[in-house]
């Protein structure tokens, strides 16, 4: 059971050059979410995705856009990278909307470093 | 506007030490609050939470009391260890279209020296 897995987990990027971060998870979880971190700033959330099939733009969506592949999987795209996008993104999943106040709430993936020039 | 506010940016203790961190909140719709725990270059981890309707949980040495009138959550570790030095993240919950939307407080790292 490895959870929520990312790649890349690292990747440079010149301005204008677009790249897609995946994301999987193996919890049979149905929502997804993909956050930013920057220095000083917590977590922000950029797209998230209650079910198979639905996707919902979060705090800071601009410059992105997601695909919700399958249950498993929910990806993140920039079309065209920004130095502002210079962040760390995880990607997270959580229980169906019952159950979290008996097992926790999102889990996370380990983080893709994204630097942009 | 920022929703949930962790207003001291780091906190160093001693070992076997009490260690207190402090966050508070705006939104009175919030009804689970969390606290996540992050290592450098790992994904934040679930550590303890509380819903609206207790005013204390404990897990070990970590225990998360919530005062709903004055939009206030604190976490105490007791007694801290060397291994809890990390970031510290609180987190509000609400349900909205059909999902849970956590809103993260800027973090606050926590040092624990031996």
């Known amino acids: 059971n490895a959870g929520v897995t990312q790649t890349p987990k690292f990747q440079v990027l010149k301005t204008g050059q677009s790249m897609t971060l995946q994301c999987a998870q193996d919890?049979?979880?149905?929502?997804m979410y993909w956050y930013r971190q920057d220095p000083g700033m917590g977590l922000r959330l950029i797209y998230y995705s209650a079910s198979e099939g639905t996707t919902d733009k979060g705090e800071v969506p601009n410059g992105y856009n997601v695909s919700r592949l399958n249950k498993r999987e929910f990806s993140l795209r920039l079309e065209s990278a920004a130095p502002s996008q210079t962040s760390v993104y995880f990607c997270?999943?959580?229980?169906?909307?019952?159950?979290?106040?008996?097992?926790?709430?999102?889990?996370f993936g380990p983080g893709t470093r994204l630097l942009v020039l | 506007d920022q929703q949930v506010k962790q207003n001291s940016p780091s906190l160093s203790v001693q070992e076997g030490r009490i260690s207190i961190l402090n966050c508070d909140y705006t939104n009175s719709m919030f009804d689970y609050f969390l606290w996540y725990k992050k290592y450098p270059a790992e994904g934040p981890t679930f550590l303890i939470s509380?819903?609206?309707?207790?005013d204390k949980n404990e897990d070990g040495r970590f225990t998360v009391f919530l005062n709903k009138s004055a939009k206030h959550l604190s976490l105490h570790i007791v007694p801290s260890q060397p291994g809890d030095s990390a970031v510290y993240f609180c987190a509000a919950s609400g349900i909205q279209g059909g999902s849970e939307k956590l809103v993260f407080g800027k973090g606050m790292k926590l040092t624990v020296n031996p």
């Open positions: 919890m049979n979880h149905n929502s």
């Open positions: 997270a999943s959580s229980h169906p909307l019952e159950d979290r106040w008996d097992l926790g709430t999102q889990y």
């Open positions: 509380i819903s609206s309707i207790k």
